[in-house]
């Protein structure tokens, strides 16, 4: 895995586990009682955005780690998931 390869694991992971994280301890406007003019009651109070971020941080290094490790180490390869075989045999001939 190439470090754009990784960046790009990291993005997704980053994500994945941010839409896990945003939802959780969500006070709405609705219950609070204070419905700011012009948006929903459904709409967050008070987002608490970069608290949000440094958790899906720490918790996506710590999963990309893993990943990372799974992928570098080679127990798992592209070649595990072709059920089909549809990909040819590698030539270790030299």
């Given at each position: 895995m190439g470090?754009?390869?990784a960046l790009v694991?990291?993005?997704v992971v980053?994500?994945?586990i941010l839409f896990i994280v945003?939802?959780?301890?969500?006070?709405t406007q609705g219950d609070d009682g204070e419905i700011v003019?012009?948006?929903h009651a459904s709409a967050p109070s008070n987002p608490q955005l970069g608290r949000k971020a440094r958790i899906v941080t720490i918790w996506a290094l710590?999963?990309?780690a893993i990943l990372a490790g799974i992928i570098w180490s080679g127990a798992i390869t592209v070649r595990d998931f072709?059920?089909?075989n549809r990909m040819s045999?590698?030539?270790?001939s030299g």
């Open positions: 470090p754009v390869s694991l990291f993005a980053w994500f994945m945003l939802p959780l301890n969500l006070r003019p012009g948006t710590f999963v990309w072709d059920w089909f045999t590698p030539d270790v």
